[in-house]
């Protein structure tokens, strides 16, 4: 199990549509496609920058899996994540060597990929998230 590239850096947003603007106009990354997920209570907007991407994550109630994020730490940084081809492997590995997941099988995220979480305590104060597949 190696990863062999950033997938993603997660950015939290209250609003995907007031941060577009900045993105697709000041930057003048690709919009790849806005996304909802009402199962995990999110909004997603993928832009392609280089050989990788920003996700941007919106809550769309209030108990989503960001909510607590924004309502303490406000917008920013939420994650990085890695590519990876074997993420069952993944999970094992990071298990084994301490880096401890947020869950033991793996759950679907945007675009029908694979996704694991590595709890930020042992990960050096970063959450990391785990991708298996391609958007």
């Known amino acids: 199990m190696k990863a062999d590239k950033i997938d993603h850096i997660g950015i939290v947003v209250k609003s995907i549509e007031e941060k577009l603007d900045f993105y697709q106009k000041f930057l003048e990354l ?11 209570g999110l909004k997603v907007a993928f832009l392609k920058v280089g050989d990788t991407r920003i996700e941007l994550l ?30 069952i ?34 990960t050096g104060g970063i959450l990391v998230e785990l991708v298996e597949g391609d958007h």
């Open 89 to 122: 492997e993944a999970i094992e590995k990071a298990s084994i060597m301490g880096y401890r997941p947020l869950s033991k099988e793996p759950s679907i995220g945007a675009g029908g990929v694979k996704i694991a979480f590595l709890h930020p305590k042992t």
């Open 30 to 40: 690709e919009l790849g496609g806005v996304e909802e997920l009402p199962e995990r």
């Open 58 to 87: 919106e809550p769309t109630k209030d108990d989503s899996e960001i909510s607590g994020f924004l309502e303490k730490r406000g917008e920013g940084i939420h994650h990085i994540a890695y590519h990876v081809d074997n993420i």
